[in-house]
């Protein structure tokens, strides 16, 4: 799916720039993980303490340039607020799982719609032989699902226990024709 040469993207949008972390994210990228606890909802970065939060920013610039994974930093306004990411979780037929986070002081402005669909445009822009992309969301998490629901995506399950300490996560997937329908469609 991933050929040599490959580089993390940037992406811009009407608002946004969505970009690779830098190391100087840092605060950054503590400012929001810190504000969605471990013990509610686990952890994409090992935890959410200063320290933890710099290892992952580490190991994310350390792993860009090989793929088949990207986190990538969204910013507004030149501030970052959030981030979204993918990895192949499938090499055939080539599928990726997509996922973002965004500062809760960002939130209610359409930033995480317009982050994830310009990620969606990235992914099957870039990868034509890509028939899916697949996403999880806690099941109790009303915003991630509606957003999921308004790009296309289709609910496909219930991931017991999946979504975080005590809860349980839901399964959405997305076709490739499902997208183009839906991208045609306005």
Do not use: C
């Amino acid at each position: 799916m991933i050929t040599d040469g490959w580089a993390p993207p940037t992406i811009r949008t009407r608002r946004l720039v969505i970009r690779p972390f830098r190391v100087e994210d840092l605060d950054a990228v503590h400012a929001y993980a810190k504000t969605y606890p471990a013990d509610q909802y686990g952890s994409w970065l090992g935890g959410n303490s200063p320290s933890e939060v710099a290892r992952y920013i580490a190991d994310t610039v350390a792993r860009y340039g090989r793929p088949p994974r990207a986190d990538l930093g969204v910013a507004l306004n030149g501030k970052l607020v959030g981030g979204v990411a993918w990895r192949q979780v499938w090499v055939a037929p080539p599928q990726v799982e997509i996922g973002w986070v965004l500062h809760p002081e960002a939130a209610g402005q359409g930033l995480a719609t317009e982050a994830v669909n310009a990620l969606l445009d990235h992914v099957y822009e870039s990868f034509p032989g890509m028939e899916r992309v697949e996403a999880r969301v806690r099941a109790a998490d009303r915003a991630g699902v509606r957003l999921l629901e308004g790009l296309g995506f289709v609910r496909e399950g219930t991931l017991r226990a999946g979504g975080g300490p005590g809860g349980d996560g839901a399964l959405f997937g997305l076709l490739r024709n499902e997208r183009m329908h839906a991208v045609a469609s306005g």
